[in-house]
């Protein structure tokens, strides 16, 4: 086939595991996205730096790897990507933006994290969204998504509240991100 697709690397939420994800990746894949669920840092203290290069890793290698014969991805993959992530995968989605620069960033519920997701959101000059909750209270849009995409350096950048959603909604209100919100 000559039809080339665009990749996107999502980055899961601590300690939430991917399969909480299966929406989006159905969804994404469904209309020509392939899509990247990448199981790093899935531990209680996730390394949120090197979480970023591993997202940002994992959506270079696939773009190199349309290059070569053989590759899975060989002359499948169209140049666009999308870096995308739910709370603590969020952070690091915007974090990873410095690492390779995707042609998009999407962020659900990103929390501010170690290195700042909000600082690092200064580097961004690439389309992005970012999504919220309003009835987050893991990552409250007041103090982390607002900050975070009042931050976001580029003239195309769009901010989503969606009403009646809290934190773990993201994520099917899988059992583990769930228990979370137990504690708010």
């Not at 996730?46 to 190199?64: M, R, S, W």
């Not at 993201?170 to 979370?180: E, K, L, Q």
């Amino acid at each position: 086939s000559d039809q080339k697709y665009p990749v996107m690397v999502f980055g899961h939420d601590q300690e939430v595991p991917y399969s909480d994800y299966f929406y989006i990746w159905n969804r994404f894949a469904r209309y020509g996205f392939m899509v990247a669920f990448p199981t790093t840092e899935m531990g209680p203290n996730p390394n949120v730096e090197e979480y970023a290069k591993d997202l940002a890793f994992v959506a270079a290698q696939i773009n190199l790897m349309r290059y070569i014969p053989g590759s899975f991805f060989y002359k499948r993959h169209n140049s666009k990507s999308c870096l995308m992530g739910h709370g603590t995968g969020g952070a690091a989605a915007i974090i990873g933006m410095q690492y390779y620069s995707a042609t998009t960033m999407v962020a659900l519920a990103p929390i501010e994290t170690t290195p700042s997701a909000i600082n690092a959101a200064a580097l961004i000059t690439k389309p992005s969204v970012s999504i919220g909750g309003d009835e987050d209270c893991v990552a409250p849009i007041a103090t982390n998504q607002m900050p975070i995409f009042n931050n976001i350096d580029s003239d195309c950048k769009t901010f989503i509240n969606m009403y009646d959603a809290a934190h773990c909604h993201f994520a099917m209100n899988g059992v583990v991100c769930g228990s979370t919100e137990v504690l708010c």
